[in-house]
């Protein structure tokens, strides 16, 4: 009796010290991203967190990733590794390598995000691998956007190599990527931070595996797979079994796109599928699969199992396919620039279809995509700046406003489902002559409802004296605003125009009158049920913060003239 209760406390000790090590190797990548902050050169990294970081297995499964990061990178990039062990070959890789490459297809979807793996190696052994993915301003070709025709445009591509071999760089990869690059220094400074900051949760490893007195990773990685797989399929075996489609319209370049959504639940898997999919875009707005699984996978996750740590096997369970050639399964050479307007507006379908399936129901449909914005700003020809004044870069990350859920407004402002933080404007005005003169929410933009969209923001954009200004818009929901649920209104559409009067499109590189400013006025997300259910006190409370105004008020929810002048005298 004795030996078997000590052998259950050897067990449940064993259990106890693996659950820390699991939540020290969170940690840990949580310190490699922040050191990846902490050094990189580009605002899209420092300030907006446009980057992940992960850790994985010595066979390529991801263990543990940074909080800080988005589901776009670090979904996609538990791809990625095994890639990397593919084309390199472990018989090949020692101690002292990194490896680099930005190929859509094996890293995250776009060749503005560089990913740099580094393999471990302990006690002469190779245990793992450190992660991590960053998107850079500039990657040569037409420059960020959408107007490539296909991936030869959009810049240069680096396939999986050595970007150092034994702890040797690679100086002659660097010289060829300055030569086709237009900031070059920000691009070779995040390389070396991206390796910086897996050598740092590498560092970290080795600390807690010292500590521990653990040769390798293989423990921790079966407890954190095993659990990680078990518990979602738990969770997914707990929900009603059955299938649901939904479609949305968005903007596409020159023409609607359809996504089209099924999504089964099973007893221990949910499938989704995009048939039905507008094909392939002329343009660079197309998703390789690589990222729509990422994408698609982080919206069906947050909605069934979002306390569920993110790793391979909790990723298991979620099994996303889409026909070949269609928007969201583009092969190569598609120009692929802008997956992410399309990409990023998967979780909303996916939302439509579990919507139907659920209890409770679902988010309504939100701005989704990052409204961002890229400007090319060079001196004016005999212009009033100094001679040797150069051209700049100036890359801009910004929100809309979510959608409402079941028994909360959205957000305002708020990068769903990419979680990217929005830039400061004296980050973004810090790095090139550009000036963002109004910055602030965007009243009546979020859809009415008994639960209100959450707003959009407006913004006004202008080269500084003495330069030109190409404005390049990564833009959708001009003509398809986010929609609301049950009953709920649509957001407020995208609008984006110049001072002297001309409307600018959704996306693509256009010229910009010089002294001209540009006025941007970025979605809001749709509303859920009633509007003239929402509680009046709620709507007094958005007149007084300025999120509505007083006609909204009238005509959105009911409000009387009478309640109006009553609300105004009793503030005053």
Same mark, same amino acid.
């Given at each position: 009796m004795a030996t078997r209760i000590a052998m259950e406390m050897l067990i449940m000790l064993d259990a106890v010290a693996l659950q820390i090590m699991w939540n020290r190797l969170i940690s840990v990548v949580e310190e490699q991203a922040q050191a990846l902050i902490r050094?990189?050169?580009?605002?899209?990294?420092?300030?907006?967190?446009?980057?992940?970081?992960g850790v994985y297995d010595h066979n390529a499964n991801m263990l543990a990733q940074a909080v800080t990061g988005?589901?776009?990178?670090?979904?996609?990039?538990?791809?990625?590794?095994?890639?990397?062990?593919?084309?390199i070959g472990i018989e090949h890789m020692a101690d002292g390598d990194v490896y680099i490459t930005n190929d859509p297809w094996m890293?995250?979807?776009?060749?503005?995000?560089?990913?740099?793996?580094?393999?471990?190696?302990?006690?002469?052994?190779?245990?793992?691998?450190?992660?991590?993915?960053?998107?850079?301003v500039d990657v040569g070709g037409r420059g960020f956007g959408a107007d490539g025709n296909s991936l030869y445009e959009e810049g240069i591509q680096i396939p999986i190599m050595r970007f150092v071999n034994k702890g040797a760089v690679n100086h002659d990869l660097i010289k060829i990527i300055r030569q086709n690059v237009r900031e070059a220094d920000q691009v070779v400074g995040d390389i070396y931070a991206l390796a910086t900051s897996n050598d740092v949760g590498a560092k970290q490893l080795m600390a807690m595996l010292d500590e521990y007195d653990v040769p390798d990773l293989d423990l921790i990685s079966d407890f954190i797979l095993t659990r990680s797989h078990a518990a979602t399929v738990e969770r997914i075996a707990g929900l009603p079994t059955g299938s649901a489609s939904a479609k949305?319209?968005?903007?596409?370049?020159?023409?609607?796109?359809t996504i089209a959504i099924n999504v089964t639940i099973e007893k221990d898997r949910i499938y989704a599928d995009f048939a039905g999919t507008s094909d392939?875009?002329?343009?660079?707005?197309?998703?390789?699969?690589?990222? =729509?699984? !990422?994408?698609?996978?982080?919206?069906?996750?947050? +909605?069934? @199992?979002?306390?569920?740590p993110n790793n391979t096997a909790s990723l298991a369970p979620f099994v996303i396919d889409a026909p070949a050639g269609s928007i969201v399964n583009a092969e190569r050479p598609a120009p692929v620039a802008l997956r992410h307007v399309v990409g990023q507006m998967l979780p909303d379908v996916a939302f439509g279809a579990l919507h139907q399936l659920l209890d409770g129901g679902m988010q309504a449909e939100g701005a989704s995509a990052l409204c961002n914005f890229q400007v090319s700003?060079?001196?004016?020809?005999?212009?009033?700046?100094?001679?040797?004044?150069?051209?700049?870069?100036?890359?801009?990350?910004?929100?809309?406003? =979510?959608? !409402?859920?079941?028994?909360?407004?959205?957000?305002? +402002?708020? @990068?769903?489902?990419?979680?990217?933080?929005t830039m400061p404007v004296e980050a973004t005005e810090n790095v090139g002559p550009l000036i963002i003169r109004r910055k602030e929410l965007r009243p009546d933009s979020g859809g009415a409802g008994k639960y209100r969209g959450g707003l959009g923001q407006v913004m006004d954009v202008a080269a500084r004296d003495g330069y030109d200004m190409i404005f390049s818009a990564m833009l959708d929901r001009v003509d398809h605003p986010a929609r609301g649920r049950e009953g709920g209104k649509s957001g407020g559409a995208t609008q984006l125009n110049t001072s002297d009067g001309h409307v600018l499109r959704g996306?693509?590189?256009?010229?910009?009158?010089?002294?001209?400013?540009?006025?941007?006025?970025? +979605?809001?997300?749709?509303?859920?049920?009633?509007?003239?259910?929402?509680?009046?006190?709620?709507?007094?409370?958005?007149?007084?913060?300025?999120?509505?105004?007083?006609?909204?008020?009238?005509?959105?929810?009911g409000v009387t003239a009478d309640e109006l002048k009553a609300w105004e005298r009793s503030d005053d």
């Open positions: 050094t990189a050169f580009s605002t899209s990294v420092r300030e907006a967190g446009d980057l992940s970081a988005t589901p776009g990178h670090v979904n996609a990039m538990a791809e990625s590794v095994g890639h990397f062990m593919r084309e890293g995250t979807g776009h060749l503005h995000d560089i990913t740099v793996v580094t393999p471990v190696f302990r006690h002469q052994k190779l245990i793992g691998f450190f992660g991590s993915t960053a998107h850079v949305m319209d968005i903007d596409g370049f020159d023409q609607i796109i392939v875009d002329k343009k660079g707005i197309n998703v390789p699969l690589v990222y =729509t699984r !990422a994408y698609t996978c982080y919206g069906l996750k947050v +909605a069934i @199992a979002p306390d569920i700003l060079s001196p004016v020809k005999n212009g009033s700046v100094a001679a040797d004044a150069k051209p700049a870069e100036v890359l801009s990350f910004n929100s809309g406003g =979510t959608g !409402a859920r079941a028994s909360l407004d959205g957000l305002n +402002a708020t @990068a769903f489902p990419s979680g990217v933080m996306k693509g590189r256009q010229s910009v009158s010089t002294g001209s400013t540009v006025h941007l006025a970025f +979605a809001g997300g749709g509303g859920f049920g009633d509007p003239l259910d929402r509680d009046r006190a709620l709507v007094r409370r958005d007149l007084r913060r300025g999120y509505i105004t007083p006609d909204a008020a009238i005509a959105e929810y």
